[in-house]
């Protein structure tokens, strides 16, 4: 099978990504509305009140903006991934029609390479604000992650290789 062009490797990780960004619109559909739902909650308690006789309402609406605000943090997580499955899409779409150094790739795997970058920073600032906001709750340090750091460069070090391909393809074109 074929890596490049029309009902290739790349194709069909083409419709793959479609798949992916397609459940992620869902996904962040869904955490919106969860927002709402949290918001409305911890401003009326009253709607609550039919469903939970056990206290669990008091619980949810002390808690609803701080439930708000995690909602938001994984809303803007799906956002990131979002971004750069977005990107990836227009990559592939290239890959497909047999165009792999196209120029506009490079800026596309930068930003990818920042998004995945922002998205390791967002952690660190995440479990930073939990810290600060929630003393004395159970939590989880995070990890220094290699892996995510060498994933960020190893995205940059694609990005130049794309660079030179274009650089070398236009140098191809003026050749006679």
Known sequence: MRALGPGS????LKIVL????GALWIAMAAVGLLILAA?????????LAGLASDGAGAQVTRRGPLLAAGLAAAALYIGGVL???????????TLTAGDPFHPDNVTRLRTIGLILAGLEL??????????????GVDKVEPDFSLTAWFSVLVVFVLAEVFREGARLRREAELTI
């Not at 479609?18 to 960004?21: A, I, P």
């Not at 909650?41 to 009253?46: I, R, T, V």
């Not at 967002?122 to 003393?135: F, I, M, Q």
């Open 83 to 93: 971004a750069i499955v977005g990107r990836l899409r227009r990559i592939f779409a």
């Open 39 to 47: 918001l409305l909650l911890s401003f009326d308690p009253d709607l």
């Open 9 to 12: 490797v790349s194709s069909v």
């Open 18 to 21: 479609d798949v992916v960004s």
């Open 122 to 135: 967002g952690r660190y600032l995440l479990w930073a604000l939990g810290a600060w906001l929630l003393p």
